[in-house]
């Protein structure tokens, strides 16, 4: 029943200047599943999912030990390029940002800094993409039109649809519905479900229930540590340390 | 309680007359320029004033036509724009995008100390400085050249220009940064593609209020230019911008007089080119914000 583990992290320690706040972190995260981290404000859990594709290092400051692989490769290693890996790695984050630019290009935009010049290659590709992340319907009279108008769920269909059209293997989510209503919420997590086929995926969340729906697998964090993490139907039902029973009891967090 | 109530009233009303205080005077302003310049209009005409190719006003019969004096205000100003724009969006390019955090609490104070510089100051500098190279480099007769006065205007409008686009640069939320390297473009693919074109009308403010900067000022022009009103041919060659033919001829020219309207006229002019400027930096800076999601 275990599947392939597709990334792996390594007795992670990160600090934001003498702030640790990642603590000897071990985790696995397996093809073609959807691995959720839950966990309280601040314990930790964004820091980590942002480790995947090296976003943290924009942040001046920081600093890691451990390992981080994918495919068993060293993803820190100084042959590889932060963008190798981002290319491979995508990303939809807590508040949708598209760019202020149409929708079309809001898409293209990651096949065009990726070195795609071919216009009828990038034009099916946003077609399918929009497709995919279930927008197309909305959108196809409008694809010329500023990518700000529209409304919030819409807005961060379409950044999943602009990491589709990157093909990356993994996407991780930080908190993808965090401001979002419950319909465009309930969308994505179907996105997410359809997407889990072809894709590994990571999400964090500070939504249990989203959590329990969506995932396979799920890590409990606290404090910077990595408390439980097993499978979701588990930890959900019979969390073996007492802290994840009582923050998915709702006792505190 | 009476008291307290009657007391928040004149607070009001002292805050009050002081906010608008400001409309008064531009009103005012607006007011004796139109009154003392339209009379040359009736004199010399409207599109002769403007489009005259001689200003010798103290000639007999004297000349008003103030296209030399126009053009001497371009000329300086489109070179101090082509020596601010590379100096000022650089800068603010730099601060921004490379310059660690110690770098830039440096570097932007002394940026805009640059602007606290009197204007007099600069003047002496390119008369001392800058003079004496240009004659020497270019082998001329003078040094006080439109050459002279575009690199010092354009100096002088670095703060402004470097100022306001990092503003419009710092304001690009993170987050489009974030989602340009998330989908693995470089650096410079960031910088160009998102972060500047987000930016440019923040950018184009900054030009734009360079400009105004440039073509207002008065005591470097006045000290450097040169001072030939003719229509210039070089930039090697002097210039009489219209700030310096102001500031010159106010002083000689007899009151209420027709070179004394003339003058106003010039002023008059000149406002309505830095009011235009303004306007126009006002709408795109405005489009800026409402672009970006930003409350207008």
Not at chain 1, 50 to 72: Q, S, V
Not at chain 2, 47 to 61: A, D, N, V
Not at chain 2, 254 to 269: E, K, R, T
Request: hydrophobic share 45%.
């Amino acid at each position: 029943m275990d599947n392939d583990i597709k990334m792996k992290a390594d007795k992670i320690n990160f600090f934001y200047g003498n702030t640790q706040a990642l603590k000897s972190v071990d985790l696995n995260i397996f093809s073609n599943r959807v691995t959720a981290l839950i966990g309280p404000s601040g314990c930790g859990k964004s820091t980590f999912i942002r480790l995947f594709n090296r976003m943290n290092e924009l942040i001046a400051g920081t600093k890691l030990t451990g390992k981080i692989y994918i495919d068993g490769e060293d993803i820190n290693s100084p042959c590889i390029e932060a963008v190798d890996i981002r290319r491979r790695v995508g990303m939809v984050f807590q508040k949708p940002n598209p760019f202020p630019k149409s929708i079309f290009d809001n898409i293209a935009y990651g096949l065009r800094v990726n070195g795609i010049k071919n216009k009828d290659f990038i034009e099916e590709k946003v077609v399918q993409t929009l497709k995919k992340a279930a927008l197309w319907e909305e959108v196809k009279c409008r694809l010329k039109e500023s990518a700000l108008g529209l409304s919030g769920g819409q807005q961060q269909r379409l950044c999943i649809a602009r990491c589709l059209a990157v093909e990356t293997e993994v996407i991780l989510f930080d908190e993808p519905c965090a401001s979002l209503d419950p319909i465009s919420t309930g969308k994505i997590e179907e996105l997410i479900l359809e997407l889990k086929k072809d894709y590994t995926i990571v999400i964090v969340t500070h939504n249990m229930q989203q959590a329990a729906r969506v995932s396979d697998y799920t890590g409990f964090f606290l404090l910077g540590e990595l408390i439980e993490f097993g499978r979701t139907q588990d930890i959900f039902t019979a969390p073996k340390d007492k802290r994840t029973e009582a923050y998915i009891t709702g006792r505190f967090g | 309680m009476n008291y307290r109530r009657i007391k928040e009233k004149i607070y009001k009303w002292i805050f009050t007359v002081l906010a608008f205080s400001s409309l008064f005077f531009l009103v005012g302003i607006m007011i004796v320029l139109f009154k003392e310049g339209t009379p040359i209009f009736k004199d010399v005409g409207f599109f002769k004033f403007l489009f005259g190719t001689r200003w010798y006003p103290t000639h007999e019969p004297p000349d008003f036509g103030i296209l030399p004096l126009i053009l001497g205000s371009i000329w300086v100003t489109a070179g101090a724009i082509i020596v601010c724009v590379p100096l000022g969006v650089g800068s603010a390019l730099y601060l921004n995008e490379i310059a660690g955090f110690r770098q830039r609490q440096f570097l932007k104070p002394i940026i805009e100390l640059l602007a606290s510089i009197p204007s007099v100051v600069y003047g002496f500098f390119g008369m001392v400085i800058v003079t004496p190279f240009l004659q020497k480099t270019f082998n001329l007769p003078t040094g006080l050249t439109a050459l002279n006065a575009s690199l010092i205007l354009g100096l002088m409008a670095t703060p402004t220009v470097c100022t306001i686009a990092e503003d419009a640069l710092s304001y690009v939320p993170r987050s489009f940064r974030e989602a340009s390297f998330a989908v693995g473009a470089n650096r410079w693919q960031t910088l160009t593609r998102v972060v500047i074109p987000a930016a440019g009308s923040g950018i184009s403010t900054a030009i734009i209020l360079g400009m105004s900067r440039a073509i207002g000022e008065t005591m470097t022009v006045l000290m450097v230019a040169g001072g030939a009103a003719v229509i210039p041919k070089t930039f090697l060659g002097p210039v009489r911008p219209m700030t310096a033919a102001i500031a010159a001829e106010m002083g000689e020219a007899p009151m209420g007089g027709d070179h004394y309207h003339a003058l106003f006229a010039i002023a008059l002019v000149l406002f309505l080119i830095t009011f235009v400027f303004n306007i126009i930096a006002e709408i795109i800076s405005r489009r800026f914000r409402i672009k970006l999601g930003l409350s207008g």
